[in-house]
């Protein structure tokens, strides 16, 4: 900065916390410790986290519009950062991991209530539709093979 202080001197101008040793950061000649820089609001960059409400200083993850630490962007079922992976929004417009999702969303089977979900490796799910139920293809053979 170009100048010399005392170690006493050389502190925040908001808290007065000695800066000697210290991170540091400097505003329009005004010198700052990291704690008031980074939540006092003189902070020059907006961002805020959309999950935890705190301020961006670096990587800013950016979905739906807002914006996020990398590791505060999860699914709201596992809770699982979904930081570079396929994530979905449901009809609540909460993000869910793609599996979650399913499980959430999939309809559930008239005869044992579970969802029906797409089988492994495939994105898409096989179900009976019969007098407005679905149910998976297997509970239904069983259901009309009792009758």
Not at 48 to 56: A, D, E, F, M, S
Not at 79 to 89: A, H, I, M
Request: aromatic share 10%; proline share 5%.
């Amino acid at each position: 900065m170009g100048n010399l202080f005392h170690d006493t001197c050389f502190t925040c101008c908001l808290c007065n916390k000695k800066l000697s040793g210290e991170s540091f950061y400097t505003i329009s000649g005004r010198i700052f410790c990291e704690d008031d820089f980074l939540y006092s609001g003189v902070h020059p960059s907006p961002e805020v986290c959309n999950g935890c409400g705190y301020l961006i200083t670096d990587m800013v993850l950016q979905a739906l519009g807002k914006s996020y630490h990398p590791s505060c962007f999860r699914c709201v079922v596992c809770r699982e950062s979904l930081e570079g992976l396929p994530f979905t929004v449901g009809t609540d417009n909460k993000v869910y991991c793609v599996s979650d999702y399913h499980k959430v969303q999939a309809p559930r089977c008239a005869a044992c209530r579970m969802p029906i979900l797409p089988s492994e490796g495939s994105t898409e799910s096989i179900r009976v539709v019969s007098f407005h139920r679905n149910y998976h293809v297997e509970c239904y053979d069983s259901a009309v093979n009792l009758t």
